[in-house]
């Protein structure tokens, strides 16, 4: 609830202070692509060793304002795998759900984008966002499971759907054609605990959450 509140008055406070920027500034669009890994943290998380492919593609509007907006579609994996995992239930006998897992995710999200620095050719942003993930997670055997509840407690079920708050931060640096080349780093803060199959059984607090890192390239759209 806290972070939600955040949003929403992070989202209200820059739209009204930003709000007078020049109706002169002519607004572009740009075409967002970018190449990165993603870093899935939870009670599964083996540190940085477990990056894999994450594919952004999408439209960024109104280029030239301090203040712009994003829609991403973020396509990726995520693994984990710790050997000999158990969980202390406090019967006496302990519990062993799945030892590892892997996911593909896809992902949509709109997002405010603050020009900390804005200059022609050069920017260093925060960006804040809301979307929602789909993910698939599957044992060793690419078996679901979501389908599996011998891997969980008797009667805890979840949705492979869950909504998501990305933050992240990065640059951009413009070329003289309009290309933008930049680097992005950050967090989709996802609201579920189960992108490892895990959260009674699981060992830490909190929800799962995906650190990632990306080159990204803009693509200017004239139109």
Not at 1 to 9: E, P, Q
Not at 98 to 109: A, Q
Request: net charge negative; proline share 3%.
């Amino acid at each position: 609830m806290r972070i939600t509140l955040f949003i929403l008055l992070f989202f209200s406070t820059l739209q009204s202070a930003l709000g007078q920027d020049s109706l002169q500034t002519k607004k572009e669009k740009e075409l967002l692509t970018g190449l990165g890994s993603g870093f899935y943290q939870g009670d599964l998380e083996t540190g940085l060793s477990n990056g894999q492919l994450l594919l952004t593609l999408g439209i960024k509007l109104n280029k030239n304002k301090r203040l712009n907006s994003n829609i991403l579609l973020n396509f990726g994996m995520l693994q984990g795998n710790q050997l000999d995992y158990s969980f202390d239930d406090g019967s006496g006998t302990p519990t062993t759900p799945n030892e590892s897992f892997n996911t593909d995710y896809f992902s949509i999200n709109y997002e405010l984008h603050f020009n900390i620095i804005h200059r022609e050719r050069f920017q260093v942003y925060f960006s804040q966002g809301i979307g929602i993930m789909r993910f698939t997670p599957k044992d060793e055997e690419g078996n679901s499971l979501i389908d599996q509840p011998v891997s969980r407690p008797i009667g805890e079920d979840y949705r492979n759907l869950t909504i998501m708050l990305p933050s992240q931060i990065g640059l951009c640096y413009y070329l003289a054609n309009d290309f933008g080349i930049g680097l992005q780093a950050g967090y989709f803060n996802t609201l579920t605990d189960y992108l490892d199959n895990l959260s009674s059984w699981g060992e830490k607090t909190g929800n799962d959450n995906v650190l990632f890192y990306r080159l990204n390239l803009n693509i200017p759209i004239r139109f």
